[in-house]
């Protein structure tokens, strides 16, 4: 349902051999923008997001996911994970200290956001790393959505889920299915 801006490379992906994920570059402004109404009735107080990323430019910061004026799951600069959220004066940064997106590498990266139990828990290739707990209201917006803005490296497997994937979910996600494939 998403749109292709400005030709990212469609490139076997890691997940699996039918998997195709797409490649960024920042610099040509490429990324999938999809409809923001088909989120309009998601409740954002209880998602996980889930991705597999391979940052190819270190130092600047790269945006997985964005929804305008509401929420940003990024990378930033020095491999660092946060979700952003944006109200109406501020952007609202929480970051993992324990998620590490190393430059050139596959990495399978998952965030869950509970608002009943005030958590954010942080994944890295199906581990729990870090909980913050806070409370992370997004406003709702009909904005649309982008995968990829800002973002040098290739994408693949960008799932958002309404609720909270448990443990061994988010750990069999994390799992390429065919151990001989090779992207």
Known sequence: NGVIVNNP???????????????????????????????????????????WVKVSNNGTTKTILKKENSLEWVIKGDGKLQIIKYDATTPIVHESTQVL??????????????NFNELITFYQNGVQKETLSVVVEFPKTSTDLYIGSEFTGEIDNVHIYEG????????????????LYTP
């Not at 190393?102 to 509970?114: A, L, P, R």
């Not at 909270?164 to 069999?172: E, F, P, Q, W």
């Open 101 to 114: 997106v190393v430059n050139t590498q596959w990495t399978h990266i998952t965030v869950t956001i509970d």
């Open 9 to 51: 490379i469609r490139k076997l992906g890691k997940y699996d051999i039918n998997s195709i994920g797409l490649v960024f570059d920042a610099s040509q402004n490429q990324y999938v923008q999809i409809p923001g109404a088909l989120y309009d009735n998601i409740n954002f107080d209880m998602l996980t997001f889930t991705a």
């Open 164 to 179: 909270i994937l448990d443990n061994d979910s988010i750990a069999k996600l994390s799992v390429v299915p065919d151990i």
